[in-house]
């Protein structure tokens, strides 16, 4: 059971428009979530979270969005470099559990 | 120093070995973890220390073991592993609130033959 869905395998997006990535979850006990970002042969980089109580989180060029109603949230990445070309995972909390359950990533790539 | 070390970056064993890898970081964090990711799949957890005693193990085969000898080393002993073991070994810890998210390591890259 796919707790928290990335439905786009990847994502192609020119130089200096906006990236939006979406995730979808189904567990309603997530009390937090997180981006993170992932280059070949490195780990995961934590880029941004967001609280279950909060609508909106924002960062330098880096936005997350969160939609209880609909059990989804998106990044937005505004302007898209090309150093933002990575994997990009979704990961969600459990309210009192310590781990995070991981979407299965979404590819992007920045074109010049 | 910001960082997880893991070591080695890969490994390639037999079936009837037994070899380590190692995690080790030095920012006072005192949660640890495992993960394991095989292509194209998300992490998956299968171990957490909580200042330094195993706090979770996500159902996984004993021929994983986990240690934490001190609260910046984190190790997972391997033995008798099978060829679907194969995958990338992702160390990673926290300061302790998961919601400012994990640091990770590198990873091992593991090869079972």
């Known amino acids: 059971d796919q707790q928290v869905k990335q439905n786009s395998p990847s994502l192609s997006v020119q130089e200096g428009r906006i990236s939006i990535l979406n995730c979808d979850y189904t567990n309603s006990m997530f009390d937090y979530f997180l981006w993170y970002k992932k280059y070949p042969a490195e780990g995961p980089t934590f880029l941004i979270s967001?609280?279950?109580?909060?609508d909106k989180n924002e960062d330098g060029r880096f936005t997350v969005f969160l939609n209880k109603s609909a059990k989804h949230l998106s990044l937005h990445i505004v302007p898209s470099q090309p150093g933002d070309s990575a994997v990009y995972f979704c990961a969600a909390k459990i309210q009192g559990a310590q781990k995070l359950v991981f979407g299965q990533g979404t590819r992007l790539t920045i074109n010049p | 120093d910001t960082e997880v070390t893991q070591t080695p970056k890969h490994l390639v064993m037999g079936m009837t070995n037994k070899k380590s890898l190692k995690c080790e970081q030095h920012?006072?964090?005192?949660?640890m973890y495992w993960y394991k990711q095989k292509a194209k799949k998300p992490p998956e957890l299968m171990f957490v220390?909580?200042?330094?005693?195993?706090?979770i193990n996500e159902s996984v085969p004993s021929r994983f073991s986990p240690e934490c000898p001190n609260s910046s080393l984190l190790n997972l002993h391997l033995h008798a592993l099978q060829p679907e073991d194969s995958a990338l070994y992702l160390c990673a810890s926290t300061r302790g609130f998961i919601g400012w998210g994990y640091t990770f390591g590198s990873g091992t890259r593991l090869t079972v033959v």
């Open positions: 220390y909580s200042y330094e005693k195993l706090s």
């Open positions: 920012m006072g964090h005192r949660a």
């Open positions: 967001i609280s279950s109580i909060k």
